[in-house]
Structure formats: C-alpha cells, structure tokens
C-alpha cells in the first residue's frame, strides 16, 4: 500500500519516463547479448565482399588460355582474342549479345565460353581464403579488423553479463505490460480495483530496480561495453599495431565468422564419425576464458573432456597450450579448483604467461627457491600451478600428492623412456589426477614404440592394441586407428589464413682461409671444426651472404632470427650486426631472461635481429614478429630445423615467412644435406668419379670404389661423415 501511495504522484509523465526508461535498458541488454551474432554477420559479409573483389581481380589477370581446359573443342578463342576479349573477367562481364557479334562466334560457342568462364570462376573463388595484408593496409581490411575488434569486445561482455542482464529483462518484461497504464492519467482515471493496483504496483516495482545500486553499476558498465562493440569506436592505426603484435587473436575471431577451416574433417583429427559425435556433444564453457577459440582448438578441448586421458599431438604452432587452458577453465566454470602442469624448464614462464593472457585463473611457479610456499598457496587458493620435469619429485608431499581435476605434461615426448627418474614421477602423477592430457608436436605415426610407452601411462588397454601396421597405412589412417586417445592436426589443414613459407638453400663457396681451416680440421679429424670452418672469419662467404640477407631485411622493414648450434658463430654474427641485434637466446639464459628478450624483439619497432642456438630458442617460445629465419648450418635431424622455423611460421603470422639456409659446397654441409634428405652418402661425389673413368677407358686405378662404412648404417651418422669427407679429400684410401 505504501508503495503504491508513494507512486500516484508519477502517474502520467514520470510514470511514462520510468516505463520508457527500463524498456530502453532491457532493449539495449538485448542488443549487447545479440552483439556477437550481429557482428559476425557483419564480419562475414565483409569478407565475402572482400573475396569478391580477390575473385575479381584474379579473374582479370587470367588469359583465355585458362577456358581450354575446361572448354569443349570448336570454341574460337581467336576470334574473341581478336575482338578484345583477353582475360576469363572479359567473358563474365560482356552481355551475350555482343559476343555473338563477334564473326564467326554463334550462340552456341557461346553457351560453352560462358560455361567454361563460371566453372574456372567457382573454381578461383574455392581456392580465395582472405588474409589481411599489413603492408597495404586497405580502408576494408580496416574495417573489418573494426569489426573484429568488436566482436571480441562482445564475446567478453555477452560472457561476463549474460546472467544479470537476463535476469533484468525477466524482471521487468511483465512490469512494463502492467504499468503501461500508469503512464496515462485519462487511463488511470477511469481504471478501478485490481488492474489499477495492478499498474502502481508495478510502477513501484520498476522504480525500485532502476533505484537499485546493482542495476545503477550494471547500467554503467553496459555503457562501457556498448563503446567497445561499435567498431567506429577503433583508431585505425591502433587496429593494425594491434593486428602486428597478435594477428592470432584477430584471426581465431575471423575463423568462427566462416573464414578458418577448410577441412571439417582434418579439423576434427580424422576421429571416426561415432566418436566425433559424443566429443561435439560435451558443450565448453569458456566463460573463462578471456581469448577467442578456433573450431579446431574447440573441438581439441571438447576431445580432452570426454576422452579424460590423452595425448594431443598437434602440429607445431597451432595452440596446444590454449586448448589445455581451454580445459582447465571449462572444468573450472564447473567448480572444479586445481590443475597441474608439468613441462620443462625452458617453457615454464611461457605457460605462466598464457594462462594470464587466456584466462581468469590464477598461476602459480612451482619452481625455484619460492616453490614450497608458491605450492602451499596454490593448494589454499586453487589454480594453475606449473612445475618442470626436474622439481615434481622435489615438490612437498601435501602439494605433489594434492588432488588435481586435470593434469597436462607439455613436450610428453620427455618421458618416452619409462625407466627415467622423471618417467616415474610423471606417471604417479598421471594416476592420482582425474583427467590427464599429453601435449607433443612428434608425429607419433612416426614413432611408434614411443607412442606405445605413452600411452601405457594413459590408456594401458589401447596400448596393448597399437599395431605398427596403422602406421605403416598412412597418417590418417594411423589417427583413426588411436582416436580414443591421440588427436593431431596439420598447419595445413586448419590455419588456411597462414601465410606461405619460402624456404631457400643460400650456397656458398669457401674461401681460401675457410677452405683450408677446414682441410686441416677434417685431416685431424675434428668433427666440430669442420661444422664451424665455413663461418669463423669476418671474410667468411657465410658471413657475408648473411650480412646481405640481413641488410636486405633491414631495407623491408623485417625482423630477422638467425639459428645456429655455435655460441662462436653468434657471437661473430652480433660483432658483424651491431645495434641491430636485439639479444642471444643460448641454453645458459634464463627462461625469464628468454622471454624479456623476446619481448623486447617484438615490440621493437621496423627491424631488428635476434640471435639463438637452435637448440636453445627452438623450442617453446613464439617469435612470429620475425619474417625472416636464417639457420647458419645444417643440423643433423631436420627435425630440429622444423622446430626453429616454426616458431616463426606459426599461427599469429602475418607476412610471408623466408626460410634462409646458408650451405657451404665441397665440406660437410653437403654430407650432412645428404643425411637430412635420406640420400647415401657422396652419392653424386662417386658418381662424377664413375663417370670419369667410364669417359676415359685408360684410368686404371681400381682403388677408387665406394666404401662400404658409408652405408653402413650400424655405424653412427657423424662416423660416417667424417669418413666421407676424408674420402673426398683424398686422406683415407
């Protein structure tokens, strides 16, 4: 009653500015939970509008030539070439009538010409997938990554404010309907009993909840929210700063607007149909999670839920990390407190890093001196704690034995050999956490035995049924046979916004001073020497051709990584290079240390040169600023080249990545290019030789076969070098 007597006043005018007032709050709730949907519509038409024009233009550079193949015969592309249709857009674009006109040219040809010029256009427009282009900088690039932006801004705020913005518009959406009266004196007037105690109440009710101090904060804070999802509100030059120093984040929101997977199936790691279908069935909660998930990295944490043990095996630069913390934060939302990951030295302050920059969940270091007390708060507060390979058997028993909800062990291919130490502690905290998730980039088709040992730890009864034979099938056919617990995707497959990778062989010939360095390291038999003679003298041909690579970086604007296992190679390069380098990452350097130089490279602006062993700064740590990769020698394992590559050519990439190999003739580089290649030995060396004596019948020395340690593969790799380069140099018969 007192609150009715308090509102007949407002009647009429007020009672009209307070009705309009909530509905114009519950319509803008409703149009910031509709944002993300909105915006992506929005999104995706721009990028249709945007491949159009790609379509368009590739269309006009492409001559009649390209119709003959999909033409039938008797089309007399001659005559229209002499009529000035020149390109497959000519053809699209004349109306039918003037290509009749054409001598010699009838409807039927026509038809054919017409038909050819759509199928290489549905064609054309299959193979467009859009990539924003940095360097051009186009208004409509700007526009969209506006758009982005905004999107990302509405993901958040569509999470952070479903629930109270729900709960006001289902407060006050039977209000209005009842004090829509009260806004009328005449109504109000000639309105009795009920439905008039019925609109004051009401009116009441609608008063208290715009007075309430909650929905005073709420309101402020959709305010806000609503500047950061119009995309007019983005300063173009910071859209593109953004877009250099995380092009990831921009293009995982592109991908769920219909721009990012290409292959639904690849995407879901060849998982047979059945299986496919419970994992999509667990729905991910990622309201804590503050990034935006690709399709696959989705399907990646949806996988680890269902199947609770198993390895993700992606390739390199896809995001496994932020698929695991995909996990934890799922399983968080659903009240569970702890997770663990265990991983080595050398990436522990990058998961640390990302699980700030993914998520709302605290991190904690369970290493080093604070590790005890850092252990004992993570156990209070709950959490991602993050420990290496080294200190979990140091940890203290209440915190290496408390009860964990997910556990991950990044580069898992560390505890392959299972009568290692650390192999053994992995594996007792493999059985006291509720789910465990494996991460490793190595292809395990590749690896069996390892495979098999891995998932012993997991899924003991799957490892007794991995058949070598699955792998000997081919790789899909090796992923469908292990779906229950390996899951693995290709760059190739799901990062179709990737730009390309060049990757070029820079060969060199020695100088006199190298060459004969390196004659004397191979005469005393000085593996080391001969890897380093090609790159030891300010005159060194691999210097120098690294310089102009380098100078050449510098004049486009490019940041540049150079490899090399030899702490003396790096430090003449930064003698050579100067104030363009930024730091050198080696194995003595500190993860912390790692990471501020690294960051320091990226937020430098133009060029700028960072240095690494390759062993080093190979693994676990992203450096996509950089454009161009020099690795200054060959290494033994292509494998370890992959790895330093990727950490450029990797999602987050947005310019064309150069891969530059110097390579040094008539020395070891080549033996060692012959191992990576899977070629034998000297091969060409002995076939030149053979050559040689078949072109002239009098050589007589029968001395010159092929020895038989070079493919004597009992024998260790660098044995076999070694031999062979004595060999060719004439110092061993």
């Keep these: 009653m007192e609150q009715r007597d308090a509102v007949r006043g407002k009647v009429g005018s007020a009672a009209r500015a307070t009705i309009a007032a909530a509905r114009d709050f519950g319509e803008r709730a409703a149009a910031l939970l509709a944002a993300p949907q909105v915006l992506r519509d929005s999104a995706r038409h721009q990028v249709e509008i945007l491949n159009g024009d790609r379509v368009a233009g590739r ?51 026509v038809q054919e010409v017409r038909r050819a010029a759509r199928t290489v256009a549905a064609s054309v427009h299959q193979d467009i997938r859009f990539r924003f282009d940095p360097d051009r900088r186009d208004p409509t690039e700007t526009q969209l990554l506006a758009t982005l932006a905004a999107v990302r801004a509405a993901d958040a705020a569509a999470n952070a404010l479903h629930v109270p913005l729900q709960a006001f518009r289902t407060q006050v959406a039977p209000l209005l309907a009842d004090a829509e009266r009260a806004g009328s004196r005449w109504r109000m007037a000639v309105t009795w009993g009920a439905k008039k105690n019925a609109a004051l109440d009401a009116l009441a009710q609608l008063d208290a909840i715009l007075a309430d101090p909650r929905v005073r904060a ?6 806000t929210r609503e500047q950061a999802v119009d995309p007019r509100n983005y300063a173009p030059d910071q859209l593109w700063r953004d877009y250099l120093s995380d092009a990831a984040s921009a293009n995982a929101v592109l991908s769920t607007v219909g721009g990012g997977v290409e292959d639904e199936e690849a995407a879901r790691g060849f998982v047979p149909e059945e299986l496919r279908q419970k994992i999509s069935a667990v729905p991910l909660d990622t309201s804590r999670l503050t990034s935006t998930l690709r399709g696959y990295q989705v399907f990646g944490a949806q996988y680890a839920i269902h199947q609770e043990r198993s390895i993700l095996g992606d390739e390199m630069g896809l995001g496994k990390t932020i698929q695991a913390l995909a996990v934890f934060a799922h399983l968080a939302a659903k ?45 209070r507060e709950g959490g991602v704690a993050v420990t290496t390979f080294g ?11 408390a009860d964990v909800a997910m556990l991950v062990v990044d580069e898992a291919h560390y505890v392959k050999n299972p009568d290692t130490a650390r192999s053994r502690a992995v594996q007792a905290a493999v059985g006291r956490s509720q789910r465990t ?9 590749n690896r069996v035995e390892e495979f098999r040992t891995l998932v012993g730890y997991l899924q003991p009864r799957v490892a007794r049924s991995v058949n070598a034979t699955d792998a000997v099938a081919g790789a899909k056919a090796f992923r469908r046979a292990v779906a229950p617990v390996y899951l693995r995707r290709n760059q190739e497959d799901v990062l179709t916004e990737l730009p390309d990778k060049i990757e070029v062989e820079s060969w060199v010939q020695l100088s006199d001073t190298d060459q004969a360095r390196y004659e004397a390291a191979v005469s005393e038999r000085n593996l080391m020497a001969m890897r380093r003679a090609p790159f030891v003298t300010p ?59 690294v960051d320091e490279f990226t937020r430098r602006p133009g060029h700028a040169v960072l240095l690494s062993q390759i062993e080093a700064g190979g693994v676990g740590i992203n450096m996509q600023a950089a ?47 012959e191992i990576q290649q899977g070629k034998r030995l000297l091969f060409d060396e002995f076939a030149r030789k053979s050559e040689a004596k078949e072109a002239d019948r009098r050589a007589v020395d029968t001395a010159d076969h092929r020895p038989e340690v070079l ?23």
Excluded at 83 to 100: C, E, F, K, S
Excluded at 437 to 445: H, I
Excluded at 711 to 733: H, T
Aim: overall charge negative; glycine content about 8%; charged content about 25%.
């Design 335 to 379: 009240g569970q407190r702890r997770f663990l990951v265990i991983c080595p030295a050398s990436v522990q302050i990058n998961w640390l890093n990302e699980t700030a920059k993914h998520t709302d969940l605290a991190a904690h270091s369970l290493h080093g001196a604070d590790r005890d007390a850092a252990g004992r708060r993570w156990l």
């Design 391 to 401: 200190t979990l058997a140091r940890l203290p028993d209440d915190v290496r034995e």
């Design 59 to 109: 269309l006009r550079e492409l001559p009649l030539d390209a119709l003959k193949q999909v033409a039938g015969r008797g089309v007399r592309y001659g005559a229209l070439e002499q009529a000035g249709y020149r390109t497959v857009a000519d053809i699209l674009n004349a109306p039918d009538h003037r290509l009749q006109q054409v001598p010699g040219v009838g409807q039927a040809t």
């Design 437 to 445: 998730f494996f991460l490793t980039g190595t292809p395990m088709e």
């Design 218 to 223: 709420l309101q402020e804070t959709v305010r």
């Design 711 to 733: 493919d004597d593969e009992s024998v260790p790799v660098a044995q076999r070098v070694l031999a062979a380069e004595r060999y060719r140099l004439g110092l061993d018969g």
């Design 627 to 673: 454009s161009v990769v020099i690795i200054t020698e060959p290494q033994w394992k292509p494998s370890t080249e992959e790895q330093a590559i990727a950490r450029a050519h990797r999602m987050g990439q947005v310019r064309t990545v150069q891969v530059h190999r110097l390579l040094a003739k008539d020395c070891i580089d080549e033996r060692i290019r």
């Design 539 to 597: 005159s060194s041909a691999k210097l120098e051709r690294l310089r102009d690579l380098v100078e050449e970086a510098e004049q486009d604007g490019m940041k540049v990584l150079v490899f090399s296992y030899f702490l003396d190679t790096l430090g003449l390069v930064h003698e050579t290079l100067g104030d363009a380098v930024v730091g050198t990452i080696t194995g003595s350097v500190s993860p912390a240390a790692r990471q501020q130089i």
